[in-house]
């Protein structure tokens, strides 16, 4: 069974840097695609942040372009959002995703079936 565990989040000011980790177990990480999703309050869970399996393409939300990092360690089973220029509105729940299929080059749909993580609430103050 494939278990997700995020860390990291909490409260900070706008302006502030958090990273986020997510650390997997239950099979082999390093052959499948991995994405970040959010949810704030009364909205939908969106998408953030996808990087493909081995690391070398990753793919963002406009709202987050620029300001936010997506990266892994297969060596360590991990896989990391920097998020820098942190805004009141990034204030969300934050979701950990695996892909289902190796060798996959990441999604953005949060319909999609995937593993999830259990969140990590991220807390930006104005």
């Known amino acids: 069974q494939v278990q997700l565990v995020e860390s990291g989040g909490g409260l900070v000011q706008a302006g502030g840097s958090v990273r986020l980790s997510c650390a997997a177990s239950?099979?082999?990480?390093?052959?499948?695609?991995m994405a970040w999703f959010r949810q704030a309050p009364g909205k939908e869970r969106e998408f953030v942040a996808t990087i493909n399996w081995s690391g070398g393409s990753t793919y963002y939300a406009d709202s987050v372009k620029g300001r936010f990092t997506m990266s892994r360690d297969n060596a360590k089973n991990t896989v990391y959002l920097q998020m820098n220029s942190l805004k009141p509105e990034d204030t969300a729940v934050y979701y950990c995703?695996?892909?289902?299929?190796?060798?996959?080059?990441?999604?953005?749909?949060?319909?999609?079936?995937?593993?999830w993580g259990q969140g990590t609430q991220v807390t930006v103050s104005s």
């Open positions: 995703a695996a892909d289902r299929i190796p060798y996959g080059g990441g999604w953005t749909d949060q319909n999609e079936s995937k593993y």
């Open positions: 239950g099979r082999t990480f390093g052959v499948f695609a």
